[in-house]
């Protein structure tokens, strides 16, 4: 390997980084640019719009402003959230913040008068004349400058997703990656590596195991290798060059879990432990202290009214709309459904909603209807109980659209947890049955994750975070990744 594809290697995630800041950098540049040329189209008196020249100082300030609250929302951090809905929810919240501190700021940094001779303040005048603006905010054009953050939300939207697929295709590639190691093969262990192997683009390339257990190294574990045990870590770390170590010992005593940590951090290498409980850490929960003892608890559970009626206004609202466009395609589904095989055009079948209320919910039938029921849903197009018009439906989720009818209901929302029949329900361990917390949805975070091919109840960690964190702004960070899947034809199967 040469010298710079081992540098590169290295210090990928800070190359990232930087290079990620420039790229922001380029993009509110262009974002002022476009707003100037938008601004200046629509002035109602061309000879009155200043020339663009005015405005250089003010976009170096802009560009500043929007780095800085960039960076306050943790936009430059090199982990990334779950399917990346954290960073663009923050692209959000970090233009508001940039627009208001601007605007702030450009009050400030307006011209002033000489104060009187003697006043208390008259000291500062001299430092704010060092960064004070040539022109008063009523000299630029308001259109211009408030245009400028809209094109900043979008063209930053576009550009980071970009990135992230960007960056996704260099890990796929092995370029970047950092090489990971797993302590311990228990249940835990074994978790952690599936996510590694369903979501390859984390950036992480597992190795291997350590095991407690001597009788284990050398054995194989889903492909991967047990490379040996505590008393190998330092052979393995070197040999296997390990930038990071995932400790996965629940049942360990907390001696031997502190003692592992130490030697690790004597190594100089990263260490990530996954908590004893960590479907309840999933969770929001509270920290307290008995004296220096921390203890955990749940904080107590109030529903946002605010939140739920803007929830429901957006859930109808879009709903509503959704239906109406799609009134033609919905007569063409009903007509092709009917002429390909005998039976109903609607599939109706009886799901499990929030708090455990039973609900009929709507379809488009796309197998055959003597082929139906219970059964266990089908996994691929090939499936033979599937009609081909119910191919086609299904690859673009179009089959779906009838579920707009139980929101507008009630029964369902845009976004939340998928709705499982009531056998399956009955199953479910007190965990899993923290999902019926939320209204069932149409789409959710299971839906456009890697993990949509296994059962909905084996993948709870979805569910729970959407629960914990559901906002509007998430519902509609899921709603984009949505339609982009649905565009892509990646929909249910």
Same mark, same amino acid.
């Given at each position: ?133 040539n022109m008063s905010i009523d000299s ?89 045990t505590f008393d190998e870590l330092a ?31 004597? $190594?100089?290498?990263?260490? /990530?432990? +996954?908590? !004893?409980?960590?479907?309840?850490? *999933?969770?929001?929960? %509270? &920290?307290?202290? #008995?004296?220096? $003892?921390?203890?955990?608890? /749940?904080? +107590?559970? !109030?529903?946002?009214?605010?939140? *739920?009626?803007?929830? %429901? &206004?957006?859930? #109808? ?16 589904? *009903?007509?092709?459904? %009917? ?47 599937i009609t081909r018009v119910g191919k ?102």
């Amino acid at each position: 390997m040469t010298f710079l594809g081992t540098f590169v290697r290295r210090h990928f995630a800070p190359l990232m980084i930087g290079a990620q800041v420039l790229v922001d950098l380029g993009v509110v540049l262009v974002a002022c640019g476009m707003a100037y040329l938008f601004g200046e189209r629509i002035g109602e008196n061309a000879a009155l719009v200043p020339p663009w020249q005015v405005y250089q100082e003010v976009w170096v300030l802009m560009a500043a402003i929007c780095l800085v609250s960039f960076h306050a929302f943790g936009m430059y951090r090199p982990t990334k959230s779950l399917l990346n809905v954290e960073e663009f929810k923050a692209i959000l919240k970090s233009t508001v913040v940039a627009f208001l501190a601007f605007f702030t700021t450009m009050v400030l940094l307006r011209s002033t008068t000489q104060p009187a001779q003697g006043t208390f303040y008259g000291f500062l005048v001299p430092l704010h004349g060092w960064v004070e603006l040539n022109m008063s905010i009523d000299s630029y054009s308001r259109v211009t400058l408030v245009s400028t953050f809209v094109f900043v939300l979008v063209l930053t939207t576009v550009s980071r997703f970009v990135s992230f697929k960007f960056i996704q295709t260099l890990y796929r590639r092995g370029i970047g990656n950092r090489n990971v190691l797993i302590f311990g093969t228990g249940q835990t262990g074994r978790a952690l590596q599936r996510k590694f192997l369903i979501v390859p683009n984390l950036g992480l390339r597992l190795v291997g195991f350590l095991s407690v257990e001597p009788d284990e190294v050398g054995g194989m574990i889903e492909g991967c290798p047990v490379l040996g045990t505590f008393d190998e870590l330092a052979q393995v770390v070197g040999d296997q060059k390990v930038n990071e170590v995932f400790v996965a010992l629940p049942q360990s005593s907390e001696e031997d879990l502190m003692d592992l940590i130490g030697k690790i951090e004597g $190594m100089g290498v990263v260490y /990530r432990v +996954v908590p !004893r409980f960590y479907h309840l850490l *999933a969770q929001r929960v %509270r &920290i307290d202290y #008995l004296d220096s $003892m921390p203890l955990i608890s /749940r904080p +107590v559970r !109030r529903e946002s009214a605010v939140g *739920a009626f803007a929830k %429901r &206004i957006f859930d #109808l609202a879009l709903a509503s709309l959704v239906l109406v466009l799609s009134s033609p395609m919905f007569l063409a589904a *009903a007509l092709l459904i %009917r002429r390909e095989s005998p039976g109903k055009v609607l599939y109706r079948q009886t799901r499990v909603g929030k708090d455990g209320r039973p609900f009929e919910m709507l379809k488009f039938r796309t197998m055959y209807e003597h082929m139906g029921g219970d059964a266990p849903a089908p996994r691929s197009e090939s499936d033979p109980r599937i009609t081909r018009v119910g191919k086609w439906l299904r690859r673009y989720s179009l089959d779906e659209i009838p579920q707009f009818i139980n929101v507008l209901r009630g029964e369902m929302s845009i976004v939340g947890p998928r709705p499982e029949m009531q056998f399956i329900v009955e199953q479910y361990t007190p965990m899993v049955q923290e999902r019926l917390r939320a209204k069932p949805g149409i789409t959710g975070l299971w839906q456009i994750s890697y993990a949509r091919e296994e059962a909905i109840h084996e993948n709870i960690d979805y569910d729970i975070y959407y629960i914990e964190n559901q906002s509007l702004l998430l519902d509609i960070v899921i709603i984009a990744l949505t339609f982009a899947a649905v565009l892509k034809g990646t929909g249910a199967h």
